[in-house]
């Protein structure tokens, strides 16, 4: 939580950033030339890229747009995964093995490649297409997830009272079973926002994301590949680390939720 808190307090600080996400450095005296790779200094915290941003302001800014493409990625996911996978799980049968084979399908293809196929479908370059292709990827795994929750939850006897009391199946599956199956669906979602912020930064340094003037980590990793091995590492240290902090903060997070929610763990 802490780790989440602080990336979360990055995103909120945002605003208070020394430059805009896209302004150039070039306006201060003491940066020259132009253009130009400068290291740390007092008026440039962790310096300035290539294109003469500043790369603390763009590591603020950037984690909106991370925050972002995560959390929307995967409520993208759980709004269609969850449905798909209750549905599958409680009424069983041909339904569920005609749903489960189009997870199977959408399984067979690897996550990343899979992925760039959808964000290159869509060549808008903002966010939006890696959004989409993150939030695909992650609808089997969480579809499956809900599926097994669902098929322990229905063999219990207050889904046969609520059969008995001649409720119907739609309201025992989305009144009585779903909501006792939120502890691990909540625990698969703060799992899963850790791999969508990690696949998003791999989309966008493959080229598939934004531009290099909007502030993303993954934007900021490929701006700054052409100096690996040049001792320019204050442009690809500050995001690769905070790419790091966050998908290990929510990792972090999604265990200590499953031992909290699970008693079982305990």
């Not at 780790?3 to 605003?15: C, E, K, Q, R």
């Not at 599926?147 to 199946?169: C, I, N």
């Amino acid at each position: 939580m802490v780790l989440v808190g602080l990336v979360v307090l990055m995103a909120i600080a945002a605003p208070l950033a020394p430059f805009g996400p896209a302004a150039a450095t070039d306006s201060l005296d003491d940066i020259d030339p132009p253009n130009h790779p400068t290291p740390p200094s007092s008026r440039l915290l962790l310096g300035s890229d290539k294109q003469g941003y500043d790369v603390f302001s763009r590591l603020l800014h950037g984690a909106r747009a991370t925050l972002l493409t995560g959390l929307a990625a995967i409520g993208l996911a759980l709004l269609i995964g969850v449905p798909f996978g209750a549905v599958s799980g409680y009424a069983g049968g041909r339904v569920d093995n005609l749903f489960m084979r189009m997870v199977d399908v959408m399984l067979a293809f690897p996550s990343i490649v899979l992925a760039i196929a959808i964000a290159f479908v869509f060549s808008a370059r903002n966010l939006t297409p890696i959004i989409l292709a993150v939030a695909v990827v992650n609808i089997p795994t969480i579809a499956r997830q809900v599926r097994a929750s669902v098929l322990q939850a229905k063999t219990h006897e207050y889904v046969l009272a609520a059969r008995a009391m001649g409720l119907g199946p739609g309201r025992i599956l989305f009144r009585h079973v779903l909501p006792n199956c939120m502890a691990p669906i909540i625990v698969v979602a703060t799992l899963g926002v850790g791999w969508a912020i990690l696949s998003a930064a791999g989309l966008s340094f493959l080229g598939l994301g934004p531009p290099e003037d909007q502030a993303e980590w993954g934007v900021m990793l490929q701006a700054g590949l052409e100096f690996i091995g040049s001792g320019k590492h204050w442009i690809l240290v500050p995001p690769g680390a905070a790419i790091a902090v966050t998908v290990l903060g929510f990792n972090l997070l999604g265990d200590g939720l499953r031992k909290a929610l699970d008693p079982r763990a305990r």
